[in-house]
């Protein structure tokens, strides 16, 4: 089975940026569609970002559109976040998942269709 180990979290100012990486551990991830989820104290576990197989399709939430992109290496097995104009409201524990996908176009923003979760990172954006 395939599992995801992220790295690249950490403290930054407000205005600054993270970079997030995401490798596989075990299997590869190829054929997998991956996401990006966080969860803040308190909070239930939200979408971020998430991108296809092979297509490179990409979806974001609104919270983070124009800020973050997601990307992926498929020869490196990697996938990563860029994190750019960081707020406070930012902060949160960060989850990468992935999903195998029946083909190279489709993605997923839901939790619930992901079946693989990395143990999280923390970022944290002070004001």
């Known amino acids: 089975q395939v599992q995801p180990v992220e790295s690249g979290g950490g403290l930054v100012q407000a205005g600054g940026s993270l970079r997030l990486s995401c490798a596989a551990s075990?299997?590869?991830?190829?054929?997998?569609?991956m996401g990006w989820f966080r969860q803040a104290p308190g909070k239930e576990r939200e979408f971020v970002a998430a991108i296809s197989w092979s297509h490179y399709n990409t979806y974001y939430a609104d919270s983070v559109k124009g800020r973050f992109t997601i990307s992926r290496d498929n020869a490196k097995d990697t996938i990563t976040l860029q994190m750019n104009n960081l707020k406070p409201e930012d902060t949160a524990v960060y989850y990468c998942?992935?999903?195998?996908?029946?083909?190279?176009?489709?993605?997923?923003?839901?939790?619930?269709?992901?079946?693989?979760w990395g143990q999280g990172t923390q970022v944290t954006v002070s004001s």
């Open positions: 075990g299997r590869s991830f190829s054929n997998y569609a």
């Open positions: 998942a992935a999903r195998l996908v029946p083909n190279g176009y489709t993605y997923y923003t839901r939790a619930d269709d992901y079946g693989y």
